[in-house]
């Protein structure tokens, strides 16, 4: 089966700039996760879907980070404008309605804001 | 709010040796699990312990769980030289199915 995908890879913008970040979770998996590590720190949640809808969001900074899930598929972690201290790994991961295993991240997005 | 705390740090260590990081949280979880990430690269699950587990053996990796005193460890045997990574714990609370918790990591370095 494929593994939870993130496009791009990598990303280095202005600040200011608008980026979007993409998740592909493993087909058939509810729940979605965004994490990010910045400036090798430790990792952090940003915020859970369960379908399409936010099941908790309290790790999201500020309003200048927008997550979707439509249609309960792939999502998107849209942030806008960026800013330098955004600069940073963001992993998304996915698992089963109920998983107590552990967790399928994707490898990660790295985003330079410059 | 922060859940798991790695120690050390920072480990380096010549190729072979064993390399040991400890994780401490503070709340009671249902699981803790173990990741890895080389650098630039994404997270790697290594290994699960569930709370009513002690210790669980994976290849190269040994993980023990001590609930009386919150804390976890994790032992790489014989190291090698892209065990070099970044080392997390994480876990999921008690009665929630939800998010996981990351702790800070422990950046290990194997020495050739």
């Known amino acids: 089966e494929a593994g939870v995908t993130q496009f791009p890879s990598h990303s280095v913008i202005e600040k200011g700039q608008t980026v979007t970040l993409r998740c592909d979770p493993i087909?058939?998996?509810?729940?979605l996760y965004w994490y990010r590590r910045v400036m090798g720190k430790e990792i952090k949640f940003l915020l859970h879907f369960v379908k399409e809808s936010k099941q908790d969001e309290s790790g999201m900074p500020n309003n200048r980070f927008l997550a979707e899930r439509t249609g309960g598929t792939y999502s998107t972690l849209k942030v806008q404008p960026a800013e330098l201290e955004d600069s940073g790994v963001y992993f998304c991961?996915?698992?089963?309605?109920?998983?107590?295993?552990?967790?399928?991240f994707g490898s990660g997005t790295r985003l330079t804001v410059v | 709010s922060q859940q798991g705390e790695e120690d050390p740090q920072a480990l380096s260590i010549q190729e072979g040796e064993n390399a040991t990081m400890n994780c401490s949280y503070k709340?009671?979880?249902?699981?803790l699990q173990w990741y890895r990430q080389n650098s630039g690269r994404g997270l790697v699950h290594l290994i699960l312990?569930?709370?009513?587990?002690r210790e669980k053996h994976s290849g190269r990796l040994r993980v023990t769980l001590d609930t009386s005193k919150k804390s976890s460890s994790l032992l790489i045997t014989a190291s090698r030289a892209a065990d070099t990574a970044s080392y997390f714990c994480a876990t999921r609370e008690m009665n929630r199915d939800d998010k996981i918790i990351f702790g800070k990591g422990t950046r290990l370095h194997i020495l050739p």
């Open positions: 991961a996915s698992s089963q309605d109920w998983s107590p295993g552990g967790y399928t």
């Open positions: 312990i569930r709370s009513n587990e």
């Open positions: 087909s058939g998996h509810d729940n």
């Open positions: 709340t009671s979880i249902n699981n």
